[in-house]
């Protein structure tokens, strides 16, 4: 019996002594996301040069899996490979947003995940962390996901502590990670913690990626400055996002409604979610970041533009609402012109009123 395991893993894991490494994919899979398990893992090599991992491919029924474009991908082996693993990576899939809507896993699904054998490291990229969820993998740990999915996350997994402004989570060998190039962050931080810096930046030279990333989701989160709806306290939030650039008191807005301020607090919170102060900071982080993207401006400038009036404030806001500092920001961001001499966007002092955004 154990000559007939030794076979069977050697089937899937041609290579003795190196870390085995099955990445488990599922009909709708993101291509991108199971060539970056293959891509890095397959490029981290010792001193000697000798390859430190073998990756092998898996699905619960060996075929054709249908992925989310015009391609399907042909799949040798079936979930039997999950048990020779040490460790087991689980990709995304459209299935994510609709076979898995009710939080649960279907029992051909269950049964290949119990083949993982216990101690094995456990990993997904962007939706995948729902899969780990409904197998009870991620039960009292630290999980992310990809940050538009975050609140179907909590609804059907309210338990779980769900961090969506991280690029990927490392919970005692259970990992998740965020959209689909946060998976390339999250298996460099694997090969780190198995083999150290030294391999792990090769591996990210030699994919021309960067080592490790600044901050985190957060700065890929567009926030839309709503349009005033009809309320108590409508006006003044219309008013106060027309003169960010200056210092605002919460008495001049709660005079805007001719409200005493602790009504204008109270009404404020109830119908934008937040105290006017988190209100108008927010506003003004988003005024920061356009003024960041669409304009050459000094960050002293756009500090003092969007009402923080010092680029040290500006930076402390950044970076607590973004985890980067503003620089690191516009240097990810930054809007190329679209033609040779094109103008320069000029501050008005004022922000411009932003359209809501759509996936």
């Known amino acids: 019996m154990a000559r007939l395991c030794e076979d069977r893993a050697m089937a899937f894991f041609p290579h003795p002594g190196r870390h085995r490494v099955a990445v488990f994919v599922r009909h709708g899979l993101l291509p991108m996301e199971m060539g970056i398990v293959h891509r890095l893992f397959g490029q981290a090599v010792s ?165 490790h990333r600044d901050g985190g989701q957060a ?38 409604e001719s409200m005493s301020v602790r009504t204008f607090t109270r009404r404020f919170r109830e119908e934008a979610g937040l105290s006017p102060g988190q209100w108008l900071t927010q506003q003004r982080v988003e005024h920061a970041r356009r003024l960041l993207e669409e304009s050459e401006l000094p960050v002293d400038r756009v500090a003092a533009d969007a009402g923080f009036g010092t680029a040290s404030s500006l930076r402390q806001h950044f970076q607590s609402a973004l985890g980067v500092s503003p620089s690191a920001y516009r240097s990810t961001f930054r809007c190329p012109r679209e033609r040779e001499g094109a103008p320069r966007a000029q501050s008005t002092g004022r922000p411009r009123t932003s359209r809501p955004y759509r996936s």
């Open 47 to 211: 001193a000697e040069g000798e390859p430190l991992y073998t990756v092998t491919t898996c699905t619960l029924t060996p075929g054709a899996v249908r992925t989310d474009t015009d391609v399907t991908v042909n799949v040798e082996h079936g979930p039997q490979a999950l048990a020779e693993a040490d460790t087991v990576i689980l990709p995304g899939s459209d299935e994510d947003y609709d076979g898995l809507c009710a939080g649960d896993l279907d029992a051909p699904l269950a049964e290949a995940l119990a083949l993982i054998r216990p101690g094995t490291r456990i990993a997904s990229i962007c939706t995948g962390s729902f899969v780990l969820a409904a197998a009870g993998f991620l039960d009292g740990r630290r999980a992310t996901t990809h940050w538009k999915s975050s609140d179907l996350f909590r609804k059907l997994h309210p338990d779980i502590e769900l961090d969506p402004d991280v690029l990927y989570t490392d919970d005692d060998n259970v990992l998740t990670s965020a959209g689909v190039a946060s998976g390339i962050d999250l298996c460099l931080h694997m090969i780190r913690c198995d083999h150290g810096a030294a391999v792990a930046n090769e591996v990210a030279r030699g994919t021309v990626v960067s080592p």
């Open 219 to 256: 700065q890929f989160i567009r926030r839309p400055v709503p349009e005033p709806q009809i309320s108590s306290t409508g006006a003044a939030r219309a008013w106060a996002l027309r003169h960010l650039h200056r210092p605002l008191s919460l008495r001049e807005m709660a005079a805007r």
